[in-house]
């Protein structure tokens, strides 16, 4: 059964932020080894990596998920950046799409969509692992 998961280092998004890309970045995957360990290994250079979100999933690889996020968020280009260098499915996430598509779902549900919303992790793991699977 294999695993998808979202994961997130701080180290990586304080770089990120330093050379104009942002501070949301993400990495995205499916896996079938045990998630953790593959966590405690990092990616990019970075081992401060922590898991903000995984969800089991059978019916996709990690290339159609890749290529199904990248059609709504920014991938980022491996070979422009040597630090990320063989590293897929890292995402500089646009924080407004995040707000609209939970402004949205409030909306629909009957919720109040005038809250102040404060993005979390976890709320943008949500975002794209909706995504995903979309």
């Known amino acids: 059964m294999a695993t998808l998961y979202v994961a997130r280092s701080t180290k990586l998004s304080k770089w990120a932020s330093d050379v104009g890309l942002g501070k949301h970045i993400y990495k995205v995957g499916i896996t079938d080894e045990p998630i953790k360990e593959l966590v405690a290994a990092g990616w990019a250079g970075e081992t401060d990596w922590a898991l903000v979100k995984k969800d089991t999933e059978d019916a996709l690889t990690e290339e159609v998920v890749l290529e199904r996020l990248a059609k709504r968020e920014t991938m980022i280009d491996s070979k422009y950046y040597p630090r990320i260098r063989d590293t897929p499915g890292i995402f500089k996430i646009n924080p407004t799409h995040v707000e ?28 794209l692992i909706h995504n995903a699977r979309r």
Do not use: C, N
Request: proline share 4%.
């Open 100 to 127: 609209s598509s939970l402004i949205v779902g409030r909306a629909l549900d009957g919720g109040g969509e005038r809250e102040t919303l404060k993005l979390k992790p976890t709320d943008i793991a949500t975002y």
